[in-house]
């Protein structure tokens, strides 16, 4: 079937509009007309997808965000994006944080305006997959307890019926237990280690959003901030946030050093990220 890019534009914007309106449902439907009749717009795809996400329909808008990275050599952000909520959506958090991080690659190479949502992204799917973890530390320690416990119990009770009198029993009984206690003990006071008050060093705080740090880079003067929120920054006055001296976006450098000590430190804190 020929391309027909005059009426795929006008079922796009057709479909924008029912967007807007909260008709996802419509949009999905001329979204999908128009890659009917043109199959070769990556920007199709992408805003299908933003309208599946709406309708929950997440394996669908993955479908629809791989074949915008197909289109575009993988090098289209906003699949990126929108594929990373998708898949946050369906609780597949590693992969979601890749495709997260993807974006923000292609963000700072383009400069593009939409990095501080990315970098937000970035954020809830380090979170999300924290939480996840610690969901399943706290589910398998646990078990583990159960597990264990279980099976001193029942080398108790063959001690106990082991022995001769009710004496020896009593005290076998009570040896037991004692170890038992303990063992809980154990397992309690390492419950209440991992939930105590966690403390948010001030080398991964943002100076500007105050928020954690994922993507540090350092102006002139050696200090350090998000990409994010010192790119934000330098749109509205190029200027140095601590000097005031003229400060511009060519003259940032990463911090390589810093990045991985606060990827580390979020690594094994994810609460931090509300911090």
Not at 74 to 90: D, E, P, R, T, V
Not at 123 to 136: A, T, V
Not at 194 to 200: I, L, M, W, Y
Request: proline residues 3%; glycine residues 4%; hydrophobic residues 35%.
């Amino acid at each position: 079937m020929a391309k027909d890019v005059d009426k795929s534009a006008k079922l796009k914007d057709d479909g924008n509009n029912r967007f807007q309106a909260g008709d996802y449902i419509g949009a999905e439907s001329l979204y999908s007309k128009a890659i009917i009749a043109d199959d070769t717009n990556p920007s199709l795809y992408t805003n299908r997808a933003m309208a599946r996400i709406r309708l929950n329909l997440y394996e669908s808008a993955i479908s629809d965000c791989n074949q915008g990275l197909v289109l575009t050599g993988g090098n289209h952000l906003k699949a990126h994006f929108i594929l990373s909520q998708c898949q946050l959506a369906i609780h597949d958090y590693d992969t979601a944080l890749e495709s997260a991080l993807q974006a923000h690659r292609l963000c700072v190479e383009t400069n593009d305006k939409s990095l501080g949502p990315v970098t937000a992204q970035v954020l809830r799917c380090k979170k999300e997959r924290w939480e996840d973890m610690e969901k399943r530390r706290a589910r398998e320690g646990k078990e583990l307890e159960s597990d264990v416990i279980a099976i001193m119990e029942r080398e108790r009770d063959d001690m106990v019926n082991s022995c001769h009198n009710d004496f020896d029993r009593q005290q076998v009984r009570q040896e037991w237990e004692d170890k038992i206690s303990l063992l809980r003990l154990t397992f309690e006071k390492s419950r209440a280690e991992s939930e105590k008050k966690r403390q948010v060093p001030d080398w991964v705080i943002d100076d500007i959003s105050f928020g954690i740090m994922i993507d540090p880079v350092m102006t002139k003067t050696g200090k350090s901030y998000e990409r994010a929120s010192i790119m934000e920054h330098l749109r509205r006055s190029e200027t140095d946030p601590l000097t005031r001296e003229p400060l511009y976006a060519h003259e940032l450098r990463p911090n390589l050093q810093l990045r991985e000590a606060c990827k580390e430190f979020l690594d094994q804190n994810g609460w931090a990220v509300d911090w």
